[in-house]
């Protein structure tokens, strides 16, 4: 096994420990939430604790995945560059940073423009086809508005969406 995807194999496993860490800490912190006051209320925690269940069972899968092929040789590993062993960290970390933008630009120019340019940075550098990330951010923001705000009656700090939607 090559040195790259040796420590490529070890990033997912810190990765998936500290997925799950941070998951248990989280569904922690929700018992402490608000219990439901009506009758058939799931909560304020609910959603965030199926959330957080669905991502504690990808770790435990991306944790077992790489402890057992840990030891398994690939003649593939043995002619492969470091520089793609890498690209998956890399990709990993970019990401990661297109999120906490994400976040930070809800809190200050709302959700929408927030979405959009997170969708439109992450599909074009991925597929390297811009003019389709842009179009695909532009329809999905509509249907992301209507899905959590509409349908959900989710409320999100929005900018430009409200006014317009009553025309329709």
């Not at 957080?52 to 593939?76: P, W």
């Not at 979405?115 to 179009?135: D, M, Q, S």
Request: hydrophobic share 60%; aromatic share 16%; glycine share 6%.
């Amino acid at each position: 096994m090559s040195k790259g995807k040796a420590d490529s194999r070890i990033a997912d496993i810190v990765i998936a420990i500290v997925l799950l860490i941070l998951s248990f800490v989280a569904y922690y912190l929700t018992t402490t939430w608000i219990p439901p006051i009506l009758p058939g209320d799931p909560g304020a925690a609910f959603f965030p604790r199926i959330s957080l269940v669905v991502i504690c069972f990808f770790a435990i899968v991306l944790f077992v995945q790489n402890i057992k092929n840990s030891g398994a040789r690939d003649a593939r590993d043995e002619s492969a560059d470091d520089s793609v062993a890498y690209a998956g960290v890399n990709q990993f970390l970019l990401t990661f940073l297109f999120s906490g933008l994400l976040v930070a630009g809800i809190a200050f120019i709302g959700f929408e423009p927030s979405a959009f340019a997170f969708l439109f940075g992450i599909l074009g550098w991925r597929t390297k086809r811009w003019l389709w990330a842009l179009v695909t951010s532009a329809i999905s923001i509509p249907i992301i508005y209507f899905l959590f705000v509409i349908v959900l009656n989710v409320r999100l700090p929005l900018l430009f969406l409200p006014p317009y939607m009553d025309l329709f």
